[in-house]
C-alpha cells in the first residue's frame, strides 16, 4: 500500500483512503527496505516519476541493491550547541543508513545530497574512508579541546557495510592510540567484533556503549528495522559488551505510542538481566519527511493502529506532528508524554539503573603523532 497523500486534514480519523503513489517502487524491487517510495529531495526543482510506456517496462528493472560512493570531507568532527543534546561533537563514518529504519530522524539529510529521504536513504550511501586519517589531524590541532566524541548519533556507525568499509574500526583505533574518550550508540551487533579494541579503553575509562533496543517483537522489529540487528543479537551483544567490562546502555528509543511504547519495561528489563547499567528513551520524532515516511509504514504494516497512533503522537506533540521546541522533542509534553516518563522513571528505579552515571576520562588525553614530529623518547 502507497500514497500520495496520506491526509488532508489534521485530524488522524477523517485520513483520506490511500491513493496510488507516483513514486512507488514494486515490492520485488524493494524486499528488505523499509520504505516502498523513492520521492525526489525536497530541494530538486523537478520531481521524477517512473512511468510504464506500456510495454511493462517497470516489472523489468532489478531489485534495489546498495551502492556505496565514497566522499571525501575536509573534516570528519562534527559540532553542535544544541541545549537538549548531551554531546558537544560527533563523527558520522558513513551518510545513510541501510538499516532502512522507518522512524528514522536522520532520514531528510539525505535531501541535501539531492537525493531521496526514502529509499535513497537506505540504498545510495555515502563512506568516508578518510575518517581516521582527518581525526587524527582534527585532534592534533594546537588548542584541540578533548570532550567526549559520539559516534552513532546520526546514522550507525555498525551498519552492514561496515564489514566492508572498516571505517569505525580505524576511528577507534586513532582513539584509542590518543586515550580520547568516545560514546558509541548502534542497533548492530557487529560492535562485538571490536571488543579487542573497547574493552582496553574501558580499562582506562574512556569509553561506554550504547544498544538501542526499539523492541522485543522480531515481526516488529523486521518490519520497522529491516536489517538491523534481530533484538535478540542486540541483548546479546549487550550482555558480551557487559561482560568484557565494557560501560553499556540501553536506549529504548523511539518510543512510538501504542506500538512499541507498551513493551518499554520489558525492554529494559530485559537489557538489565544482561549486565546494563544505564538506559534511556526518546520519544518518535517526525521530522520533515519522516512523517509521510512513518505513515505509510504504518498503512502498510498496522493500519488498524493508524488513527491510534497518529492521535497520541499529536497529543504529545501540541497537536501537530512533531514539535521541535528545545526541551520537548526528545521527551515531548502533556498527560501522556508525562505519563511514558515516570513509567520509565519507576522501572529504571525498580532495576537499579541510572544511579552511577558514567564520567569518562579526558585527562588521558595525547594528541597523535603527525608525521613531522618526532617523539622524545
Known amino acids: 500500500m502507497s500514497i500520495a497523500r496520506l491526509e488532508t486534514d489534521s485530524d488522524p480519523r477523517h485520513a483520506v483512503a490511500p491513493a496510488i503513489d507516483p513514486a512507488h517502487i514494486a515490492p520485488d524491487r524493494r524486499r528488505g527496505r523499509g520504505s516502498e517510495t523513492s520521492r525526489t529531495g525536497r530541494y530538486e526543482p523537478l520531481e521524477k516519476i517512473p512511468v510504464d510506456d506500456g510495454w511493462d517496462s517497470l516489472e523489468e528493472l532489478p531489485e534495489l541493491r546498495t551502492e556505496v560512493q565514497v566522499e571525501r570531507p575536509r573534516k570528519i568532527l562534527t559540532t553542535n550547541d544544541s541545549p537538549d543534546i548531551g554531546f558537544a561533537q560527533s563523527i558520522n563514518p558513513y551518510r545513510g543508513c541501510e538499516h532502512?529504519?522507518?522512524?528514522?530522524?536522520?532520514?531528510?539529510?539525505?535531501?541535501?545530497?539531492?537525493?531521496?529521504?526514502?529509499?535513497?536513504?537506505?540504498?545510495?550511501?555515502?563512506?568516508?574512508?578518510?575518517?581516521?586519517?582527518?581525526?587524527?589531524?582534527?585532534?592534533?590541532?594546537?588548542?584541540?579541546?578533548?570532550?567526549?566524541?559520539?559516534?552513532?548519533?546520526?546514522?550507525?556507525?555498525?551498519?552492514?557495510?561496515?564489514?566492508?568499509?572498516?571505517?569505525?574500526?580505524?576511528?577507534?583505533?586513532?582513539?584509542?592510540?590518543?586515550?580520547?574518550?568516545?560514546?558509541?550508540?548502534?542497533?548492530?551487533?557487529?560492535?562485538?567484533?571490536?571488543?579487542?579494541?573497547?574493552?582496553?579503553?574501558?580499562?582506562?575509562?574512556?569509553?561506554?556503549?550504547?544498544?538501542?533496543?526499539?523492541?522485543?517483537?522480531?515481526?516488529?522489529?523486521?518490519?520497522?528495522?529491516?536489517?538491523?540487528?534481530?533484538p535478540a543479537k542486540r541483548l546479546e551483544a549487550l550482555r558480551l559488551l557487559s561482560a568484557a567490562g565494557i560501560p553499556t546502555f540501553a536506549m529504548t528509543a523511539p518510543i512510538i505510542p501504542a506500538l512499541n511504547e507498551p513493551e518499554m519495561e520489558r525492554i529494559l528489563d530485559a537489557a538489565a538481566a544482561q549486565g546494563v547499567k544505564d538506559a534511556g528513551y526518546v520519544l518518535l520524532r517526525l521530522t520533515q519527511e519522516v512523517a509521510e515516511l512513518f505513515k505509510e509504514f504504518l498503512l502498510r504494516h498496522y493500519p488498524d493502529r493508524y488513527a491510534h497512533v497518529l492521535s497520541l503522537i499529536r497529543s504529545m506533540r501540541g497537536g501537530k506532528d512533531y514539535d521541535s521546541s528545545w526541551g520537548q522533542r526528545m521527551s515531548g509534553n502533556g498527560p501522556y508524554a508525562w505519563q511514558i516518563g515516570r513509567r520509565f522513571e519507576i522501572a529504571a528505579k525498580r532495576l537499579g539503573l541510572n544511579t552511577v552515571r558514567t564520567e569518562l576520562r579526558t585527562d588521558l588525553f595525547r594528541p597523535p603523532l603527525q608525521p613531522a614530529q618526532m617523539s622524545l623518547f
Not at 163 to 168: A, C, H, P, W
Request: glycine fraction near 6%; proline fraction near 7%; aromatic fraction near 6%.
Open 100 to 230: 532502512g529504519c522507518a522512524y528514522c530522524f536522520a532520514r531528510p539529510t539525505h535531501a541535501y545530497m539531492g537525493l531521496s529521504p526514502g529509499l535513497d536513504f537506505e540504498t545510495r550511501l555515502f563512506a568516508k574512508p578518510d575518517a581516521a586519517r582527518l581525526l587524527e589531524r582534527e585532534l592534533s590541532k594546537p588548542g584541540y579541546k578533548v570532550e567526549t566524541i559520539a559516534i552513532g548519533t546520526n546514522t550507525d556507525p555498525y551498519q552492514p557495510i561496515e564489514k566492508r568499509y572498516r571505517i569505525m574500526r580505524e576511528i577507534l583505533e586513532v582513539l584509542s592510540r590518543a586515550n580520547h574518550p568516545v560514546g558509541i550508540l548502534t542497533k548492530n551487533a557487529l560492535v562485538t567484533r571490536d571488543i579487542d579494541l573497547l574493552a582496553p579503553m574501558a580499562e582506562r575509562g574512556l569509553v561506554k556503549v550504547g544498544l538501542s533496543v526499539t523492541t522485543l517483537d522480531r515481526k516488529l522489529a523486521r518490519a520497522m528495522e529491516p536489517r538491523a540487528s534481530t
